[in-house]
Each structure stands twice: as structure tokens, then as C-alpha cells.
């Protein structure tokens, strides 16, 4: 149990997949504008890494051992349709959840957080329930990182900023900012 | 699509529309292992070699994929590639394969390369698929030199391992850790910002050169 909590909480603060790793940095810069928008696409990176996790453990149990060199292949092919199937079953079941997250799941299904989260899980070697938890904690950091820099960008929208940083410059120093403060949760474990 | 030159066609990848600096494309490598120079030249070229690679396949084959499944296609041909990239690289230099770690594999998700097979592989004839490509990777070279030179000197004090300062210089520790990708990509872009309002500042000077008041940007805005 201890082992788990631990796997949550450094997957979520300690190396937080956007600000300590650089994954899912497209998304980190691209839909972080508005707060709302943000948070969706927070629930919908959870939603596909759960799915991943799943997808992941299942051909490195049953399908790898037999041909290890189709590892980054069959990685994204099978993750890759079965999230597409999923956005179908869900379209038909659950029309508000599908406007909810429908509009972000195909940006983010070969996304590098994606393909990263699975490939951290393989050379990890984690299990199944290790598997979802990481993938959970991994969602939860990538959505805190999102709703973080969608609040700070849209005060900042407001500001009076210098000429010269008002392309992309800005943001990125505000996500080293980011990264830097995250740099403290480094030492809550150590002991 | 208006018709290009040859050397349009190379030259652009390299400064206008240069992947890493202005597209902010592939940003996931060009942060995360620039933190030395030979981290970066490995990463470029690997990279490099992925992308002229499936721009020449894709190109060749570009009326036998169906329009339907093209990005599938496009994906696998680049996973292909990225397959080769890292076996050879495990093979050549372990060291610097084992510090790049799961980076390499990532090339493939690189939206940078597919965004050139959908924008121009598939639609034009081989050659100029093949410098187009040259020029964006060379394009992401210079980008990952850069930053890798920057980060490398300000928080190791030396190039390629070489000290450049000394025993007194006091390594500024942050540019090799992750928030220094961040940083250094921020003050890159602050500088071709400052650049750019510098260049519009003296057009509007030569427009108006008898000093008839015209609005400034913060006025104006």
C-alpha cells in the first residue's frame, strides 16, 4: 500500500510528467489559455493514460515476450485504435461525456506523454495495479501542471507585459517558474 | 499552394520557419536532453535521420497510401525508422543511448517530423520532399546546439566535457536540470522578440521620417 501511495504521489508532484519530464509539452502550451478548457483536457489525458496502462501490461505480459522488437510499434498502433474505439462506444453511450472530452481525445492519443507514460511502465517493470495507479498519478500531475499554467496565463492576459514577450517567450518562462518551484517537491521523500 | 524554388524549399526550415525557435515543434526532446552538447548532437542527428528517411518514404509511396489511413501509415514508417535510430545508437554509442533513455523512442510522437510528412512529403515530388527535410532537421540541429551549447556552458562550465573556465567558475547547477530547458528556450525567444520589435521599430521610423506623431504599440494596443 505504501509502495503504491508512493508511486501516486511522485508520478503527480516528485517527477511531474510535464514540468520535470518535458512530456505532453504540446498540449502544456497549446490548450493552456483558458482554465475550463485546461481542466478538460487534464481529465482526458487521465482517461487515455488509464486506458494505456491497461493496453501496456497486456502486451508486455502476453504479446512481447515473443517479439521485444515490435515494443514502439505495437505500442501505438494498439493504443492508438483502441482509444479511437473507445471514443465511439463512449459517442454512443454518453453524448455529454463525449462533448466533455470528445474534442481532445484524438490530439492526445499519440501524444509523447502517452507513448512515455508506457514505456516508463515497461522499463519500470510495474504490475497491474502499479500500472493504473502510476497512470492516475501520472493524469492527476499532468492536469495540476495544465490548471496552473492556464490560471497564471490568463491573469497575465490582463497585465501590461513588455512588447518583446508577447510571443510564446513569456510562457516558457513562466513554466521554467513552474518547474522550479516543482524542484522542491524533490525532497519529500529522501527521508 | 503557391509554387516554390528549390532553395526556398531548403532554406526555409533553417531560419523562417525553423521547427524548435519559431514553430515551437518537438519541443519534448529539444528541452529534456539538451542538457549537454553531446546529448544534443546525438538527439539531432538521430532525429535527422528519422526524418529524411520517412520524408523519402513517404514521398515514394505517397499514391499508394490510401488518404484514409495515411497517418497510420505515416506513423508506422516513422516508428520503422525510430526502431533502426535506436538500435544503432545502442549499438554505436551505449553511453550516450543509456542518458538519452526513452527520448529516443519518443522521436516517434516528434509532431515536427509527421507534421512534415502531412504538410509537404505527401504532396510533393521526391527531391524536393528530400530538402525540405534536410533543411527542417538541419533547421533542428542548429536549434538543439543552441540550446545544448547554452545550457552545457551556463550550468557546466565547459563544451563537450572540456572545461572552459577554470576552477573559480561556480556552475550555475539550474540549466542543466529541467527548469533550465524552460529558461533558456524563454530567453531565446525573448531575444528574437526583442529582435523583431527592434526591426518593426525602425521600419515605422523610415515610414515617417519627419517625425509625424504616429501612435506606438503600447498606444496603439
Keep these: 500500500m505504501g509502495d503504491l501511495l508512493w508511486i501516486l504521489v511522485s508520478a503527480m508532484l516528485v517527477s511531474n510528467f510535464t514540468l520535470s519530464l518535458f512530456l505532453g509539452l504540446c498540449p502544456f502550451m497549446g490548450v493552456s489559455a483558458r482554465v475550463e478548457t485546461a481542466l478538460r483536457m487534464g481529465m482526458a489525458n487521465i482517461f487515455v493514460l488509464v486506458i494505456t496502462s491497461i493496453c501496456a501490461w497486456l502486451l508486455n505480459t502476453y504479446v512481447l515476450p515473443y517479439a521485444p522488437y515490435l515494443r514502439l510499434i505495437s505500442f501505438i498502433v494498439v493504443i492508438a485504435s483502441l482509444v479511437q474505439i473507445v471514443e465511439m462506444a463512449i459517442r454512443k453511450i454518453s453524448p455529454t461525456l463525449f462533448r466533455e472530452l470528445g474534442i481532445f481525445l484524438p490530439l492526445i492519443t499519440t501524444n509523447c506523454a502517452i507513448l512515455g507514460f508506457a514505456i516508463f511502465q515497461t522499463n519500470r517493470g510495474y504490475g497491474f495495479l502499479e500500472g493504473l495507479t502510476f497512470a492516475v498519478g501520472a493524469g492527476l500531475g499532468l492536469t495540476l501542471a495544465l490548471v496552473l499554467m492556464a490560471s497564471i496565463r490568463e491573469t497575465s492576459e490582463l497585465s501590461s507585459v513588455p512588447a518583446m514577450a508577447r510571443n510564446m517567450g513569456l510562457v516558457l518562462i513562466i513554466a521554467g517558474s513552474l518547474s522550479l518551484a516543482f524542484m522542491g517537491f524533490a525532497g519529500l521523500f529522501s527521508t | ?221
Design chain 2, 1 to 221: 499552394m503557391r509554387a516554390t524554388t528549390p532553395a526556398e524549399d531548403f532554406v526555409r526550415g533553417i531560419w523562417k520557419e525553423n521547427p524548435v525557435l519559431v514553430q515551437l515543434l518537438g519541443l519534448c526532446p529539444a528541452l529534456a536532453v539538451t542538457n549537454t552538447v553531446a546529448n544534443s548532437i546525438a538527439m539531432g542527428l538521430a532525429t535527422f535521420f528519422v526524418l529524411v528517411g520517412s520524408s523519402l518514404l513517404v514521398s515514394t509511396f505517397k499514391k499508394v497510401i490510401p488518404h484514409e489511413v495515411r497517418i497510420s501509415a505515416y506513423i508506422l514508417i516513422i516508428a520503422t525508422f525510430v526502431t533502426i535510430a535506436d538500435l544503432v545508437l545502442a549499438a554505436v554509442v551505449p553511453l550516450i543511448h543509456k542518458e538519452l533513455g526513452a527520448f529516443i523512442a519518443l522521436i516517434v510522437v516528434n509532431c515536427m517530423i509527421l507534421g512534415r510528412q502531412e504538410a509537404f512529403a505527401s504532396k510533393r515530388p521526391i527531391g524536393r520532399a528530400l530538402l525540405d527535410a534536410v533543411g527542417t532537421g538541419v533547421g533542428f540541429m542548429i536549434a538543439m546546439l543552441m540550446m545544448g551549447t547554452f545550457r552545457e556552458v551556463l550550468g557546466n562550465g565547459s563544451i563537450l566535457g572540456v572545461p572552459l573556465f577554470g576552477d573559480n567558475f561556480e556552475p550555475w547547477v539550474i540549466f542543466i536540470l529541467p527548469p533550465g530547458g524552460f529558461l533558456t528556450l524563454g530567453f531565446i525567444l525573448l531575444a528574437f522578440g526583442w529582435w523583431q520589435e527592434r526591426k518593426s521599430d525602425t521600419a515605422r521610423i523610415r515610414q515617417w521620417p519627419h517625425g509625424v506623431a504616429t501612435p506606438s504599440r503600447e498606444e496603439a494596443a
